[in-house]
């Protein structure tokens, strides 16, 4: 096998969920794309770092430039409920499902010592900001995924809360127990939207 292939199917194997032999498929097709799409393709992830950005409020992503990402920026959007997510993606889900109209806090992982992730790792200390700089009570809507990591993170959020003061201008409520443990960017919608609406306040 020529030496380019071989790098190429190295490269595609460190995408996640993808083994050998998906990265080989992956390879050979790539090796027989048209050149229109290749170059597009590599055009694509030369901007990736370049031109997506993490929003400065909520840290989900947008368009480099924006001050905002589109939900920061809408005012019709609830700003008194802000739904706390690991990553971008669950993010994604809960949106998808069609069932809050509220503003997010993406933390950017779970605490996780076994995988390098601390507490000074995660987007809490911005949390904290929001929260201490908000107007008006806010409801903070524990979306961590239903696991051992989540369940930590979570916990640490509440304590935080209190140990920081700042009780008095928060609601703090969790997803339903509904949730399969796992992970929220698989959960269907309608599981969802139920979790979201039968939430319990902690």
């Known amino acids: 096998m020529p030496e380019a292939l071989k790098r190429l199917i190295h490269s595609i194997g460190y995408l996640p969920g993808i083994g050998e032999k998906s990265a080989t498929k992956l390879a050979f097709f790539?090796?027989?794309a048209n050149k229109q799409?290749?170059?597009a393709l590599t055009e694509n992830l030369k901007n990736i770092h370049e031109k997506v950005t993490p929003c400065p409020v909520c840290f989900s992503l947008c368009d480099t430039g924006r001050s905002l990402c589109n939900i920061c920026n809408n005012s019709?959007?609830?700003h008194t409920a802000i739904c706390i997510v690991e990553e971008y993606l669950d993010m994604m889900t809960i949106e998808d499902s069609g069932g809050y109209t509220g503003v997010y806090h993406v933390l950017g992982w779970a605490i996780s010592p076994m995988n390098g992730?601390?507490?000074?790792d995660l987007r809490i200390r911005e949390l904290m900001d929001r929260i201490e700089s908000a107007d008006s009570k806010i409801e903070?809507?524990?979306a961590t995924n239903p696991n051992i990591e989540g369940e930590a993170t979570s916990s640490y959020i509440t304590e935080e809360i209190t140990k920081k003061g700042l009780k008095h201008k928060t609601k703090i409520t969790r997803l339903s127990r509904g949730l399969s443990a796992g992970y929220i960017e698989y959960a269907d919608n309608i599981t969802l939207v139920n979790a979201l609406r039968e939430r319990k306040e902690v």
């Not at 992730?117 to 000074?120: A, D, G, R, T, Y």
């Open 117 to 120: 992730v601390f507490v000074w």
């Open 37 to 39: 799409y290749i170059e």
């Open 76 to 78: 019709s959007r609830d």
């Open 30 to 32: 790539l090796l027989n």
């Open 140 to 142: 903070i809507i524990l």
